[in-house]
């Protein structure tokens, strides 16, 4: 069973930046990141496909786009989600989640195993 172990979220003030990590301890297709605030639903923020024909695809959510960023090191196996001009709205726990089959859904529910989460707070 493949694993999903994030890193490096933190408290950082409106307009800052973080970086976060999910190390994948198997081969998986696409991996995404998935946020979740406190009261609402998990929210799909970027994905990066990882099989040989993807190439350098990238998704993103509207409200991150231009600002969010996704990258993966394959040699690592692992992928980065860098966030800069952050906001109060960011402020979520964000996930990584792997899917084991071929496509990229914006569905958080299309994934299939996820990460324990890790915690990112902006403030104004």
């Known amino acids: 069973q493949v694993q999903l172990v994030e890193s490096g979220g933190g408290s950082v003030q409106a307009g800052g930046s973080l970086r976060l990590s999910c190390v994948a301890s198997?081969?998986?297709?696409?991996i995404a990141w998935v946020r979740q605030a406190p009261g609402k639903e998990r929210e799909f923020v970027a994905a990066s496909p990882w099989n040989p024909w993807s190439g350098e695809e990238t998704y993103y959510a509207d409200s991150v786009r231009g600002r969010f960023t996704i990258s993966r090191d394959k040699a690592k196996n692992t992928v980065y989600l860098q966030m800069d001009s952050l906001r109060p709205e960011d402020t979520a726990l964000y996930y990584c989640?792997?899917?084991?089959?071929?496509?990229?859904?914006?569905?958080?529910?299309?994934?299939?195993?996820w990460g324990q989460g890790t915690q990112v707070t902006v403030s104004s």
């Open positions: 989640a792997a899917r084991l089959r071929v496509g990229v859904p914006f569905t958080p529910n299309e994934y299939d195993i």
């Open positions: 198997g081969r998986t297709f696409t």
